[in-house]
């Protein structure tokens, strides 16, 4: 569970703590963020998805060698024209390839004098950890992971420029030790440690990496490697969330082997049950096959009840709110089943009082995992009415445009139960409200006619 992120001159955060432990320091479950349009809450969801590239950088360019080997090949070539063939590549290396380099270009703040800093709290297993980084304008210059191994915390390991401090506790094989150091003096730096073992463990057998590596070393990097990041970066980069399901990442439509539906029927049993739930004139959600060149390609439709008949819907013709409904299910649920989520605009398109259900069921079903645990930006103010004082978050700026976010709990004044924190927000009491100047649109449309 994520317990607090600190970002310096990352987007549009110069210095911001976003804390997330609540009594006893135990990470929240649940938390919603709110705050005026461009205060920051979109960077601030990227922020973790800045942090999962970093640890898949290395693991990325790998895949993407084995990839366009195969595309690049005869065999390939016989099925598909050059023409395709090159888009697909191109479309590989844009979402695929990225070193600490160009992830620094694309988030590091405009203009900051100093680099990306990004340090998260984590608890796993009942013990705390922290994980930090430091950037340049184009390398990582420092990264350091303190955690329990053995009998107490303290640190895993710590690299910078020329130094090397690794606990003898990581490794049980001083050859493999040997083998992983010589590969952060060719690989650190353009990548992180984190991202080269990453890496090892998808290109190494998993019991080779278990006998040689300590279990709480592998268990926080599956931790790094298990959170789902919702937002715009990842869904142009298709990131699958950290579900059993493969197919999580194309629920709508797409391809399976012959053979190999059985999960789709499993989705479709879950799809039926959500959408029939959530909606009255949605009678049954189910999945059309047709078989084409030797697999089979599926797409999800509906039963709807329209003037008195019941007809079959695709689902592509389903509104914005429907269609964010089934993008934010895969998320959900891999939240429910113990891992970390982050969505940004959780509501977006979606009925008030539907988005309302819908946390009030996930608040019951993350009261009841042990380990999962949501963290979501909303406009949503309604569903305040649902989250304790402590849940509820708010990104504030202030006249000299620095950025805090606080719990409403933290706030000096006790909302009383008279006074909703949805109408004290509203009010512009814990900032974080837009407040407009003079706007005239009949006067714009003058001056445009004005220079016609």
């Given at each position: 569970?994520?317990?607090?992120?600190?970002?310096?001159?990352?987007?549009?955060?110069?210095?911001?703590?976003?804390?997330?432990?609540?009594?006893?320091?135990?990470?929240?479950?649940?938390?919603?963020?709110?705050?005026?349009?461009?205060?920051?809450?979109?960077?601030?969801?990227?922020?973790?998805?800045?942090?999962?590239?970093?640890?898949?950088?290395?693991?990325?360019?790998?895949?993407?060698?084995?990839?366009?080997?195969?595309?690049?090949?005869?065999?390939?070539?016989?099925?598909?024209?050059?023409?395709?063939?090159?888009?697909?590549?191109?479309?590989?290396?844009?979402?695929?390839?990225?070193?600490?380099?160009?992830?620094?270009?694309?988030?590091?703040?405009?203009?900051?004098?100093?680099?990306?800093?990004?340090?998260?709290?984590?608890?796993?297993?009942?013990?705390?950890?922290?994980y930090s980084l430091s950037f340049d304008d184009a390398r990582v210059v420092r990264e350091?992971?303190?955690?329990?191994?053995?009998?107490?915390?303290?640190?895993?390991?710590?690299?910078?420029?020329?130094?090397?401090?690794?606990?003898?506790?990581?490794?049980?094989?001083?050859?493999?030790?040997?083998?992983?150091?010589?590969?952060?003096?060719?690989?650190?730096?353009?990548?992180?440690?984190?991202?080269?073992?990453?890496?090892?463990?998808?290109?190494?057998?998993?019991?080779?990496?278990?006998?040689?590596?300590?279990?709480?070393?592998?268990?926080?990097?599956?931790?790094?490697?298990?959170?789902?990041?919702?937002?715009?970066?990842?869904?142009?980069?298709?990131?699958?969330?950290?579900?059993?399901?493969?197919?999580?990442?194309?629920?709508?439509?797409?391809?399976?082997?012959?053979?190999?539906?059985?999960?789709?029927?499993?989705?479709?049993?879950?799809?039926?049950?959500?959408?029939?739930?959530?909606?009255?004139?949605?009678?049954?959600?189910?999945?059309?096959?047709?078989?084409?060149?030797?697999?089979?390609?599926?797409?999800?439709?509906?039963?709807?009840?329209?003037?008195?008949?019941?007809?079959?819907?695709?689902?592509?013709?389903?509104?914005?709110?429907?269609?964010?409904?089934?993008?934010?299910?895969?998320?959900?649920?891999?939240?429910?089943?113990?891992?970390?989520?982050?969505?940004?605009?959780?509501?977006?398109?979606?009925?008030?009082?539907?988005?309302?259900?819908?946390?009030?069921?996930?608040?019951?079903?993350?009261?009841?995992?042990?380990?999962?645990?949501?963290?979501?930006?909303?406009?949503?103010?309604?569903?305040?009415?649902?989250?304790?004082?402590?849940?509820?978050?708010?990104?504030?700026?202030?006249?000299?445009?620095?950025?805090?976010?606080?719990?409403?709990?933290?706030?000096?004044?006790?909302?009383?139960?008279?006074?909703?924190?949805?109408?004290?927000?509203?009010?512009?009491?814990?900032?974080?409200?837009?407040?407009?100047?003079?706007?005239?649109?009949?006067?714009?449309?003058?001056?445009?006619?004005?220079?016609?």
């Amino acid at each position: 569970m994520l317990s607090y992120i600190r970002l310096r001159n990352f987007k549009s955060f110069s210095d911001i703590m976003f804390d997330l432990r609540g009594k006893g320091g135990i990470p929240k479950k649940k938390v919603f963020v709110y705050g005026e349009n461009g205060s920051g809450k979109s960077n601030l969801i990227s922020s973790l998805f800045f942090l999962r590239k970093t640890v898949e950088s290395m693991r990325r360019q790998t895949d993407l060698k084995k990839i366009t080997d195969v595309y690049l090949s005869e065999e390939y070539d016989k099925a598909t024209i050059l023409n395709e063939r090159r888009g697909i590549l191109e479309d590989l290396i844009k979402n695929t390839l990225y070193t600490s380099e160009n992830l620094i270009k694309e988030y590091k703040t405009i203009n900051s004098k100093g680099g990306i800093e990004i340090e998260v709290g984590f608890f796993l297993g009942g013990v705390d950890g922290t994980y930090s980084l430091s950037f340049d304008d184009a390398r990582v210059v420092r990264e350091e992971l303190r955690y329990k191994l053995n009998e107490r915390t303290g640190t895993v390991f710590q690299l910078s420029e020329g130094n090397i401090r690794m606990s003898k506790a990581i490794f049980f094989d001083d050859t493999y030790s040997k083998e992983l150091k010589q590969n952060i003096e060719k690989y650190w730096g353009m990548h992180t440690f984190m991202s080269i073992l990453d890496n090892e463990t998808a290109t190494k057998n998993n019991k080779f990496i278990e006998l040689r590596v300590h279990k709480n070393m592998l268990d926080i990097l599956k931790w790094f490697q298990g959170y789902s990041v919702s937002c715009r970066e990842a869904h142009l980069e298709k990131i699958k969330p950290g579900t059993p399901f493969s197919l999580f990442r194309d629920l709508e439509s797409g391809y399976v082997r012959i053979g190999d539906d059985k999960e789709l029927f499993t989705l479709e049993k879950l799809l039926n049950n959500y959408f029939t739930s959530l909606y009255s004139d949605v009678k049954k959600v189910y999945y059309k096959f047709e078989t084409k060149e030797g697999r089979l390609q599926y797409k999800l439709y509906l039963k709807k009840l329209l003037n008195g008949s019941i007809l079959d819907i695709p689902f592509e013709l389903e509104s914005t709110g429907t269609r964010k409904l089934l993008s934010i299910l895969p998320y959900i649920l891999s939240a429910v089943s113990g891992k970390t989520v982050f969505i940004d605009e959780i509501d977006g398109g979606i009925h008030d009082l539907l988005m309302c259900e819908v946390i009030e069921s996930l608040g019951d079903a993350l009261d009841a995992s042990q380990t999962g645990q949501l963290i979501a930006t909303t406009h949503n103010t309604r569903i305040m009415k649902q989250l304790a004082n402590d849940d509820v978050y708010i990104l504030s700026i202030d006249v000299d445009g620095n950025k805090n976010i606080f719990s409403v709990d933290k706030y000096d004044f006790r909302t009383q139960k008279t006074h909703s924190i949805q109408s004290k927000y509203l009010n512009g009491d814990y900032a974080g409200v837009p407040f407009t100047g003079y706007l005239d649109f009949s006067e714009m449309v003058e001056e445009i006619e004005a220079c016609i």
